[in-house]
């Protein structure tokens, strides 16, 4: 029993970061890859001006929020490293934005229903 | 019972690490790996919190905008769209200079850091002077909420000079108050999003100074690491703030 404690012990131990792994390589992102990224985002915002002109009725705001969306994405993704960090930190992302979602969704369905049917 | 431990403190000592302070591994942390994560993770947690604050204010555009569309279509369509596309591209530079500066302090270049942060810094500036101005312009139409607030512009809409045309139809006369609820909002946001840059320049300033003496370039990368998180999240703030204040409206649906 004490032995088994003892293991457990060890095990939370990790210095060498081999048994249960949790914290990543360490990643260095080239220059050469932050120039894509940075390209990409300039011709986003280039694509997202000359949408804005075009008459696409509702899909205008669409496409400028999903343009937006891609750029934000990227940006998180390669400028804030968050492709090659660990699980935890890209959970503790994900957890973020989700809950965003969820309080947009449930206060926009009390004002939509407010005054439901009375338009 | 001192001494024991004593005992196995020195011989844990011995087989694992000298004690030689350096900041990128301080004693409480296992392995430099474990300190950097739990750096990540403790300014990522900081970050969701600001997602959360601004937020509620793009919240309150989304249903404001639905609410008072006309409203919000004519204010909208006063804003400078070459101002802001040029803002955008500045800060998408100014955050591309922060990536390579994160780089420059990972591979221990401390002149190429130096440069980097100065580089991001005169992005930054550049793109709050090119906000200056469209305050400016607000000011002198009478566009900024409050008692001086003028909706003339939007009661008889200006003839454009090239088509002979207005620029817009005339907002109805119940919504008229509500372009300024569109200049409230417009305010708000840029404006804590200016706030924000400016608070991550005065930070630029004292990184600038620290990376100088070159604290950031033997190993010790997280406070350019999270900073850089920090600014990026700013960038991003604005990637949703030019299409919605901006963009949206230029073809407004017929209600």
Redesign the interface.
């Known amino acids: 029993m004490a032995h088994q404690a003892q293991n457990d012990h060890s095990l939370q ?3 060498d ?1 081999i048994t249960n792994p ?5 990643h ?4 050469f890859q ?2 894509l ?2 390209g990409s ?2 011709l986003g ?1 280039l694509l ?2 000359l949408a ?7 899909f ?2 669409i496409i ?2 999903g ?2 969306s891609t ?2 994405v990227i ?2 993704l ?4 968050v492709k090659y ?2 699980n ?2 890209k959970m ?2 994900g ?3 989700f ?2 979602l969820v ?2 969704t449930m ?2 369905s009390d ?1 939509i229903s407010r005054a439901w049917g009375l338009w | 019972m001192d001494s024991a431990i004593e005992t196995t403190h020195s011989e844990h000592d011995a087989q694992e690490h000298a004690h030689v302070f350096v900041p990128q591994h301080r004693h409480h942390f296992e392995t430099e790996e474990q300190q950097r994560e739990a750096g990540s993770f403790g300014m990522w947690l900081f970050l969701l919190t600001e997602i959360m604050f601004f937020g509620g204010m793009f919240f309150a555009y989304l249903l404001f905008r639905n609410w008072y569309y006309e409203a919000f279509v004519a204010a909208s369509n006063t804003l400078n769209i070459g101002m802001g596309a040029a803002n955008t591209a500045i800060l998408i530079t100014s955050g591309f200079f922060m990536a390579l500066g994160v780089w420059a302090a990972e591979v221990r270049k401390k002149n190429l850091l130096v440069l980097f942060l100065v580089l991001t810094t005169v992005f930054g500036c550049a793109f709050l002077g090119v906000k200056y101005f469209e305050y400016k312009e607000k000011f002198e139409l009478h566009h900024v909420p409050g008692a001086s607030f003028d909706v003339s512009q939007f009661v008889n809409p200006p003839i454009d000079a090239k088509t002979g045309k207005p620029v817009g139809n005339p907002v109805p006369a119940d919504q008229l108050q509500h372009t300024q609820l569109f200049f409230f909002l417009y305010f708000a946001m840029t404006g804590m999003h200016a706030l924000h840059m400016i608070i991550g320049i005065g930070i630029l300033a004292w990184l600038l100074v620290r990376a100088q003496r070159g604290e950031f370039t033997a190993g010790y990368v997280a406070p350019i690491e999270n900073f850089g998180l920090y600014w990026h999240f700013v960038d991003i703030v604005w990637l949703f703030l030019f299409p919605l204040l901006y963009l949206i409206n230029r073809h407004p649906l017929a209600h």
């Open positions: 131990h990790d210095a970061n949790e914290h990543a390589e360490h260095i992102v080239s220059p932050y120039t990224v940075f985002l300039l915002t997202t001006v804005a002109d075009q008459n696409f009725g509702i205008n705001p400028a929020l343009i937006a750029k934000a940006v998180i390669f400028f804030m490293h960090q660990t935890l930190i503790t992302v957890a973020g934005f809950t965003f309080l947009i206060t926009l004002y």
